[in-house]
C-alpha cells in the first residue's frame, strides 16, 4: 500500500480514523468510495484521525482514504460577491442544481464560476517589478465593487506578459519572467492568515448608523466586538442590521449553525435592500456563508475559517471588510463535538482546553494593516455569542471578552419590554473612545466625546434613582431628579431606542446622532431654567415642541429639521415657566 | 454481509453491546440481535472499526448475554413511506401498533433526513388561525414554522396542542393539516387522552401516529421523531400535504441521548448532556418549513416541559436558540383557573412580522398586538408595585394598566377548550378590551387605526 491511499480503519460519527496514509495535519482527504472530503486532525503513529465534512451513516471500515496533498483552501478570484455558500465554500444554488432541494453528500463544486468571463484591465506593464501582492490588474465585479487581481503572497518578479481582456479565472493573464503564470484565481488555506506588512491602531469608527452602538461604545474599523445575548434577544436582528447598514465596502456574513429560515429571509431581502452608502443593493457587496444547525457539524467548524479568509482576501484589496459571524457558540460548539469524539481532555463545560486559544486566533485575524502593496485595508470582525441561559459566565463569552474589546451586552428584559435594539447600556463597554475620539473632534463636532460623557452619566445616575423610586415612587423625589428621569427617559425612548425596520429611524448618520444627543441636552438646560423660574414640571415635560422632536425622528429630512424643532421647544419651555 | 451472524460479544454495557472480530460495518447500520431464547431486537451501529463494533439496542439490553447472535442489515434506518400511512397507528419503531396490516410501501427514506439547502428554502408567510387568541394576536403561528410549547409538568399543554391541531387552519381556507403525532415517552394515560380526543373529533383519519410510551424502551425514542418527520417530509414534499407535525416530550427524548452517552462514557456537557445535543436537536427542528417549487409544508408543534420550570435548563434553552419562537405556558395563571394558561410576556414568534398585516390577517393587528403586550406587560408590572404602596398610590394612568392586566388575563387569555375565535373575533375583542385605558395612554396604537376601530372613539 503507497503513501498515498489508505484505509478506512474506524467510523464514529464525523470522525474516521484511517490507516496506510502518510499524510500531514490539516491536509485534505477523500474518505470512502463515495468521496468525503475531510480534514487530518491528529496523527497517531501510522494512524489519521480525520473529521469529515458530510454525513458519514453507511460508511464502512476498509473503504479507501486518499490524499489530497492539499490543506483545506478556498478559491479567491472574481465572482466572490453575492454568492451564499456553504461552510466549506461550495455555492448553495450550485448543489441545488446539482442535488435538489437536500443537500446530499459527496458532490463536490467550485468556489468560484470556472467558467464565467470577466473583463480584465492590466494596471501592470511588461517589465514592470511586480511585489507579492502587488494589483497587477482589475475587474468590475460588481456595480459598486471594483476586484483588484493581486499576485498572490508567494510569487514576485518581472512581468514578462500581461494583456487586459476577456478571461475566465482559471486563465493565465500575466506571466512572470521566471515563467509562473498567473491566473485570476488564486487559492489560499483557511487556517493560515494571509500575510500584511504591519498592523495600525484603528483611528476611525466603523459606522453602523445604530445610534447606541456609534454614539455610546463606538466599533472601530479593524476593531472586533462581541456580542453575546439569551435566544429571543435580537442578536441576530442585530448581527443583521450591521450587515445593511455599516459603512464597510465588503460584508461577509456568516451563518454558523443557525436556523435556515433565517438564511432564506437574507438571501429574500438583501438583493432588494439598497446600501445607504452607496445606493446599490446590498447584494453588490456581500459574501454569505451558511452553515445551518442541521448541516454536517465539521463544515459549521471549517466556516469562520474560510469566512475569514475571503474578508481578508478584500483586505488585501485596501477595502474595509466587516465580517459577522452568528453564531460563535455554534462553533465552539463543533470544536467541542470534534474534540469529543477525539477522546480528548475536556476543560471548562466539556469545551476543549484549545477554546480561548482558537478565540483568540479567529479574533486576532481582525485589524487595520498596511497591506503588501502599501494600501490600507480593514477587517472588522462581529462576533455574536450565544450564551446557554443567557449567563455570560461561560467558557465562550469569557473567552471572548477577554479578546474583544467592544461588548455589545444584549439582554433579555430590555427585548420582553419591546425596547430595541435590546443593547444594556449599563452593561456593554467599548475600549476605542480614545483612539476614535481625534476623528469624532474633527469630523463631527469637537465636543462630541464630552456629550458622549454626559449622556451615559445620566444613564448612569438614572439607574440610581430608579433604586429609590422602586421604594418610594417617582412623585417623593425633589423636582431636580424627576426632571434627571424625564432626561434619560428621552434618552432611553428617543436617542437609544431604534426601529430596524422603519425605513427611516433604521439608520442615523453619525451628525444627526449627534445633533439629537445634544438636543436631549439643550431641553435638559431650558427645562432647569424654566423650573428655577418658577415654572411647573409637568408643563415644562409636555410641551407639544418636545413630542414634536421626538416623534419626527420617523420623518425623512430629519436632519435639516432638528435645529427648527429644538428652537420651537427652547420657546415653549421658556413661554411654559412665563405662564406661572 | 446480512445474512452471516456473529456470536463475538465481548461488553454489554446498559442499551450498548461491543462486538469484535466482524466483516467491515457501515456506520449507522440497522443491527438484527437475536437473543438466546430466540427473542428478537433491533439495534444500529454507533461505532465502528476493524476491531471493534458498538451496537446500541433501541430495545433495552435486558436478556442478552454473549452467547446473543447479531447480524448486520447492510442498509441504514429507513421508513417505508407510503400515502397509506395517513390513519395508521404505528409503534416507535415504526412497526404497525393498531392491529393493521403490514405498510405497503411506495418508497423507502432514509430516516436521519438530509438538511435542506438554505438556498432552496422558502420563507413562511402564510398565516395560520389556532383560534386562540393569545397566540393568534400575539405569538402568531405561521405555516413552515417550528414552534414549541415550553410547559412543566402539570400544565395542560396537551390539551392546547390538541386544541391547535383540532382548530388550526389557514384564514379563509378549509385546507386540512394532516398531523403527524409523536409520543417519546408519555404516559399510556396521556396518549390515551390524544388518542381518543383525535378519534372523538375524527382527526385520527387524517392523522400518522408514532407512539413510543414511557415503559417502551427509552432507547428507541431517539429514532421515533426521526421517523414521524420522515413521514412528515414524505407528506408534505412527495404528496404536497400540509403537516402539523406535534411531537411530545422533547425532555424525554433529551434523557434517552443522555442516557446513551452516559453509557459510551462520553463528556458530558451542562447537566450532563451530551455536547452535541444542540446539533441533534436542530436535525429534528430543522425539519421543518417550505421548498420553492413544492406545494406542502411542515409546521412543527414540539412540547417540552421544562424540568423545574426552569426556562434556562439545556433543553429549553438550546430549543429556544433553534426554533422560530416559544409558546410559554405559566403555572402561575394555571393556578389561578386561567385556560389557556399562556404567558405572553416571555413567548415570542420569530416569523410573525413577516406574516400578519392587511393582506393576511388585519390591518390593525400589528400595532393592537403591540398594545395590547405592552399595556399588560406594565399592568403586571404595577402588581408588584401595588402589593407594597397600596393601589391608592397609584395615578390614573397606572390604575388603568393594572385594572387592565386583569381584564387581559380574564377576557383575552381565557376561552373554552373548544372556543375557536376567527382572527377578526380576537382582534376586536382587543378593542374592546382596550377601551378601559384612555387613547392618551394607547401611545402604541396609531391613531388611524383608533379613527377606525375603537368602539367608541371611531371616526
Known sequence: MSDENGVIYRISGPVVTATGIRSRMYEVVRVGHEGLMGEVIELHGDKSVIQVYEDTSGIRPGEPVVRTGQTLSVQLGPGLLTQIYDGIQRPLPVLEKTMGTFIERGVDADGLDLEKVWDFEATVSVGDEVAPGAVIGTVQETETIVHKVMLPPNHSGKVASIESGSFNVTQTVCTLEDGTE??????????????????????????????????????????????????????????????????????????????????????????????????????????????????????????????????????????DVALMADSTSRWAEAMREISSRLEEMPGEEGYPAYLSSRLAEFYERAGRVETLEGEDGSVTVIGAVSPPGGDISEPVSQGTLRIVKVFWGLDAGLARQRHFPAINWLSSYSLYPQSLDQWFRDNIASDFPEIRTEISSLLQV????????????????????????????????????????????????????????????????????????????????????????????????????VDGLVDEMNKQIAAAAEDN | ????????????????????????????????????????????????????????????????????????????????????????????????????????????????????????????????QTGISAIDCCTTLVRGQKLPIFSASGLPHNDIALQIARQAKLKDSDEEFIVVFCAMGITAEEYNFFRSDLERTGALENA??????????????????????????????????????????????????????????????????????????????????????????????????????????????????????????????????????????????????????????????????????????????????????????????????????????????????????????????????????????????????????HPTEKK
Open chain 1, 462 to 561: 438614572e439607574a440610581e434613582l430608579q433604586e429609590i423610586v422602586q421604594l418610594v415612587g417617582s412623585d417623593a423625589l425633589p423636582v431636580d431628579q424627576q426632571l434627571t428621569l424625564e432626561v434619560a427617559r428621552m434618552i432611553r425612548e428617543f436617542f437609544l431606542q431604534q426601529n430596524g425596520f422603519h425605513e427611516v429611524d433604521a439608520y442615523s448618520g453619525l451628525e444627526q446622532q449627534y445633533k439629537m444627543a445634544k438636543a436631549i441636552l439643550t431641553f435638559q438646560d431650558s427645562a432647569k431654567k424654566a423650573l428655577a423660574a418658577g415654572g411647573q414640571l409637568e408643563d415644562v415635560v409636555n410641551v407639544p415642541a418636545r413630542t414634536n422632536l421626538m416623534r419626527d425622528r420617523f420623518e425623512a429630512g430629519y436632519l435639516d429639521r
Open chain 2, 208 to 453: 400518522v401516529l408514532f407512539v413510543n410510551l414511557a415503559d417502551d424502551p427509552a432507547v428507541e425514542r431517539l429514532i421515533t421523531p426521526r421517523l414521524a418527520l420522515t413521514a412528515a417530509e414524505y407528506l408534505a414534499f412527495e404528496h404536497d400535504y400540509h403537516v402539523l407535525v406535534v411531537y411530545t416530550d422533547v425532555t424525554n427524548y433529551c434523557d434517552a441521548l443522555r442516557q446513551i452517552g452516559a453509557a459510551r462514557e462520553e463528556v458530558p456537557g451542562r447537566r450532563g448532556y451530551p455536547g452535541y445535543m444542540y446539533t441533534d436537536l436542530a436535525m429534528l427542528y430543522e425539519r421543518a418549513g417550505l421548498v420553492k417549487g413544492k406545494k406542502g409544508s411542515i409546521t412543527q408543534f414540539p412540547i417540552l416541559t421544562m424540568p423545574g420550570d426552569d426556562i434556562t435548563h439545556p433543553i429549553p434553552d438550546l430549543s429556544g436558540y433553534i426554533t422560530e419562537g416559544q409558546i410559554v405556558i405559566s403555572r402561575e395563571l394555571h393556578g389561578s383557573g386561567i385556560y389557556p394558561p399562556i404567558n405572553v410576556l416571555p413567548s415570542l414568534s420569530r416569523l410573525m412580522g413577516g406574516c400578519i398585516g392587511e393582506k393576511t390577517t388585519r390591518e390593525d393587528h400589528k400595532s393592537v398586538s403591540d398594545q395590547m403586550y405592552a399595556a399588560y406587560a406594565q399592568g403586571r408590572e404595577l402588581r408588584g408595585l401595588v402589593a407594597i404602596v397600596g393601589e391608592d398610590a397609584l395615578n390614573e394612568r397606572d390604575k388603568q394598566l393594572l385594572d387592565f392586566s386583569g381584564l387581559f388575563e380574564d377576557k383575552f387569555l381565557r376561552q373554552s377548550r373548544d372556543e375557536d375565535r376567527s382572527i377578526d373575533e380576537t382582534l376586536d375583542l382587543c378593542w374592546d378590551l382596550m377601551q378601559n385605558i384612555s387613547t392618551k395612554y394607547l401611545v402604541r396604537l396609531d391613531q388611524k387605526w383608533i379613527d377606525k376601530y
Open chain 1, 182 to 319: 498567473i491566473q485570476m484565481m488564486q487559492k489560499w488555506p483557511v487556517r493560515t492568515p494571509r500575510p500584511y506588512h504591519q498592523k495600525y491602531a484603528p483611528d476611525t469608527p466603523l459606522v453602523t448608523g445604530m445610534r447606541i452602538l456609534d454614539f455610546l461604545f463606538p466599533l472601530a474599523k479593524g476593531g472586533a466586538a462581541g456580542i453575546p445575548g439569551p435566544f429571543g434577544s435580537g442578536k441576530t436582528v442585530t448581527q443583521q442590521s450591521l450587515a445593511k447598514y455599516s459603512d464597510a465596502q465588503i460584508v461577509v456574513y456568516i451563518g454558523c449553525g443557525e436556523r435556515g429560515n433565517e438564511m432564506t429571509e437574507v438571501l429574500d431581502e438583501f438583493p432588494h435592500l439598497i446600501d445607504p452608502n452607496t445606493g446599490k443593493p446590498l447584494m453588490n457587496r456581500t459574501v454569505m456563508i451558511a452553515n445551518t444547525s442541521n448541516m454536517p457539524v465539521a463544515a459549521r467548524e471549517a466556516s469562520v475559517y474560510t469566512g475569514i479568509t475571503i474578508a481578508e482576501y478584500f483586505r488585501d484589496m485596501g477595502y
Open chain 2, 1 to 128: 454481509m446480512s445474512g452471516k451472524e456473529y456470536r463475538t460479544i465481548t461488553d454489554v454495557k446498559g442499551p450498548l453491546v461491543f462486538l469484535e472480530k466482524t466483516e467491515p460495518v457501515a456506520y449507522g447500520e440497522i443491527v438484527q440481535l437475536r437473543l438466546t431464547d430466540g427473542s428478537m431486537k433491533n439495534g444500529q451501529v454507533l461505532d465502528t472499526s476493524d476491531d471493534m463494533v458498538v451496537v446500541q439496542v433501541f430495545e433495552g439490553t435486558a436478556g442478552v448475554d454473549l452467547g446473543t447472535g447479531v447480524k448486520f442489515m447492510g442498509d441504514v434506518f429507513k421508513l417505508p413511506v407510503s400515502k397509506d400511512l395517513i390513519g395508521r397507528i404505528l409503534d416507535g419503531a415504526g412497526r404497525p401498533r393498531d392491529g393493521g396490516p403490514a405498510i405497503v410501501a411506495e418508497g423507502e427514506a432514509d430516516i436521519i433526513g438530509a438538511a435542506i439547502n438554505p438556498y432552496s428554502r422558502q420563507s413562511p408567510h402564510d398565516f395560520i
